[in-house]
């Protein structure tokens, strides 16, 4: 079963930075694209970003294209999202996921981006 543990989130000021992590286990993780999606409240779950296998591609939304970038270390099972110039929209809690309809996903880490 897959096993999926997001850490890193936190409250930040707007402008700020953060990087979340995710550690897979349970699962061939080299061999999976993973993604990460987050749901703010009261809304459904957002499609956010994209890696492949190895790293060599990676995609993004609209949303959080140029301030967001995914990258993934197999060697240790772990995704990250670094995450620049937040937003307050941005605020959410992320999930990361071998799906990209984030079917299955880990528990989340809340991201809160406020003065």
């Known amino acids: 079963q897959v096993q999926l543990v997001e850490s890193g989130g936190d409250l930040v000021q707007p402008g700020g930075s953060l990087t979340l992590s995710c550690v897979g286990s349970?699962?061939?993780?080299?061999?999976?694209?993973m993604y990460w999606l987050r749901q703010a409240p009261g809304k459904g779950l957002e499609w956010v970003a994209g890696i492949s296998e190895m790293g060599r591609l990676k995609d993004y939304s609209a949303a959080v294209n140029g301030r967001f970038s995914i990258s993934r270390n197999n060697a240790a099972n772990t995704l990250y999202l670094q995450m620049d110039n937040l937003k307050p929209e941005d605020t959410a809690r992320y999930y990361c996921s071998v799906n990209r309809d984030g079917r299955r996903r880990g528990q989340g880490t809340q991201v809160t981006v406020s003065s």
């Open positions: 349970a699962f061939p993780f080299s061999n999976n694209w």
